[in-house]
Nanobody
Framework: QVQLVESGGGLVQVGDSLRLSCVPS????????MGWFRQAPGKEREFVAA????????YYDDSVKGRFTISRDDASDTVYLQMDNLKPEDSAVYYC?????????????????????WGRGTQVTVSS
């Protein structure tokens, strides 16, 4: 099992930036993909971005392409989500998640059901 702790959320204005961090612990070696999901009130949890640990290959939802960047720090195992040009529709609780996903099934990176371990989330609110 992998424990995940997110941080970096907050209240910002439209057009501002935030950087979320996710620090994993435990059996980190058992996972090869780290992802970010978000859930707004009354909505289902949705995919935001993911990164394959070994290759650095990244995946993004179309709604955040060009504005969000997922990255990793190999020394600390920390995964980041840099969010630029934030919009009110980006407001949600952001969750970090970990998974073991085959490189032959890249579509699985986009689905919450593929991820076994989840953090408790960090709130992002974008005010207009």
């Amino acid at each position: 099992q992998v424990q995940l702790v997110e941080s970096g959320g907050g209240l910002v204005q439209v057009g501002d930036s935030l950087r979320l961090s996710c620090v994993p612990s435990g059996r980190v070696w058992s996972k090869n993909v780290m992802g970010w999901f978000r859930q707004a009130p009354g909505k289902e949890r949705e995919f935001v971005a993911a990164i394959r640990w070994s290759s650095g290959t990244t995946y993004y939802d179309d709604s955040v392409k060009g504005r969000f960047t997922i990255s990793r720090d190999d020394a600390s195992d920390t995964v980041y989500l840099q969010m630029d040009n934030l919009k009110p529709e980006d407001s949600a609780v952001y969750y970090c998640a970990a998974a073991m996903i085959s490189e032959y099934y890249p579509y699985e990176n986009y689905h919450a059901a593929s991820y076994d371990d989840w953090g408790r989330g960090t709130q992002v609110t974008v005010s207009s």
